[in-house]
DNA sequence: CCTATTGTTCTATAACATTAGAACAATGCG
DNA sequence: CGCATTGTTCTAATGTTATAGAACAATAGG
């Protein structure tokens, strides 16, 4: 299997999508490719084992945060800003503008 | 105890606020706030036990989401809005502007 | 074909969250 | 005071999540 399951933009719920968000791991991921553009899982520098990493791209993936696009032997990841802001007005934005401790 | 604690605005972190906001039962607590103003805790008609719907005004009140003040045997319950749109502008609203699927 | 690279999946474990019943505490009212 | 109201805290059960090691799969490059 090469193709990872994305659901569809009308059945992203607010709760799920938060529950994405409020992980400092995953907040980081978000950040980093709202920083830097999409990049393969392996250029985020994550303190976590391999597959606890894998599980976190998992977890934005299946709550509509994240795309992964096959390319070679790795995932290219990069925001669905345009579905998260059609179904989310400003969340996302919120979430990229917030600082101070995470 | 009749006082409970609830966190200066400055230790607010994103990760916890966003915990908060990501159950469906504390979703519609926050969401009932918003729309008919603070209320205490026995209005909101949760289907859920009353040692639950406790732990849930807990988990908000912790994060800094809401805050709860004693008037005789009940408690009132009212959004810190003030302090959260200054920590995370945009972030309440942006979830009280959601609509679809929780 | 062999090997390295990249990341997933499987399995297990420890930590944490949700739920609710029962007991408790504080207040207000007769 | 006695009692109802409101909500907390304690305890326990159940379920979920984060974590990582090991095995696996797909691809690229020699």
Known sequence: MRTLHHPAKK????SRV???FSD???LSIVKSIAAHGEQPCGTFGLSVAKST???HF???REAGVIQMRPEGTQYINSLRRDDLD???PGLLDAV????GPI
Chains 1, 2 share one sequence.
């Open 11 to 14: 059945s992203l719920t607010l």
């Open 18 to 20: 938060l529950y994405a």
């Open 24 to 26: 400092p791991v995953r």
């Open 53 to 55: 990493a894998s599980h």
């Open 58 to 60: 998992r977890v934005l």
């Open 86 to 88: 059609s179904r989310f």
């Open 96 to 99: 990229l503008r917030a600082t």
